[in-house]
């Protein structure tokens, strides 16, 4: 199976910051990686496809890189509707597997 | 629109079975597989299962893989998960999506409490 390494698992942020989130994949998955956002109570919505490709609606201050084993979720100034929880998710091989979440709070 | 809309909350007993169904709408549902991600209360995301809406093939999580069965019925785009031998710790908001590579559009979830 293949092992993900999201981090940080939460982040202390302020409305206007930049914000990265790291996930780290135990083999190369080429590009085959999803970034979601999860609000409580909601399912999750997916902000990232192909590891760099922005869903249809989601703000251009989102933004993804990455290739292989090693991946970014970028998220250029905070807004206040962005506190939430972020997951990465790879598909490259059954089974699927997320990344364990990184919650961003408010400073 | 794509919709899918999943069956309401359940509270069974341990060692029961739970069946819940996820109904897709607005787009041709054998052109896309359809996975399951639970989600215990306060916890992350886990996928546990994929079928294939074309032929049926599945994939599951291999800690489940004993308990656990995905169909679906291609005369009404409808996609069911049902976990037996339930235990506390499925206790757990069971989300369905479609798939094409990556889960784009998702359901709005069910609940599922197992309790004695």
């Known amino acids: 199976d293949i092992q993900m390494t999201q981090s940080p698992s939460s982040l202390s942020t302020s409305v206007g910051d930049r914000v990265t989130i790291t996930c780290r994949t135990s083999?190369?998955?080429?590009?085959?990686l999803a970034w979601y956002q999860q609000k409580p109570g909601k399912a999750p919505k997916r902000l990232i496809f192909?590891?760099?490709t922005l869903q249809s609606g989601v703000p251009s201050r989102f933004s993804g890189s990455g290739s292989g084993t090693e991946f970014t979720l970028t998220i250029s100034s905070l807004q206040p509707e962005d506190f939430a929880t972020y997951y990465c998710?790879?598909?490259?091989?059954?089974?699927?597997?997320f990344g364990q979440g990184t919650k961003l709070e408010i400073k | 629109q794509v919709q899918l809309a999943q069956s309401g909350a359940e509270v069974k007993k341990p060692g029961a079975s739970v069946k819940v169904s996820c109904k897709a709408s607005?787009?041709?549902?054998?052109?896309?597989?359809i996975t399951w991600v639970r989600q215990a209360p306060g916890q992350g995301l886990e996928w546990i299962g994929w079928?294939?809406?074309?032929?049926?093939?599945?994939e599951f999580a291999q800690k489940l893989q004993d308990r656990l069965t995905m169909t679906t019925d291609t005369s009404t785009s409808t996609a069911y998960m049902e976990l037996k031998s339930l235990r506390s710790d499925d206790t757990a908001t069971y989300y369905c999506?479609?798939?094409?590579?990556?889960?784009?559009?998702w359901g709005q979830g069910t609940l599922v409490t197992v309790s004695s």
């Open positions: 999506a479609r798939v094409f590579g990556d889960p784009d559009y």
């Open positions: 607005g787009y041709t549902f054998s052109n896309y597989g």
């Open positions: 079928i294939s809406t074309y032929n049926g093939k599945t």
């Open positions: 083999q190369g998955i080429r590009n085959d």
């Open positions: 192909g590891a760099s």
């Open positions: 998710l790879q598909h490259n091989s059954f089974p699927y597997t």
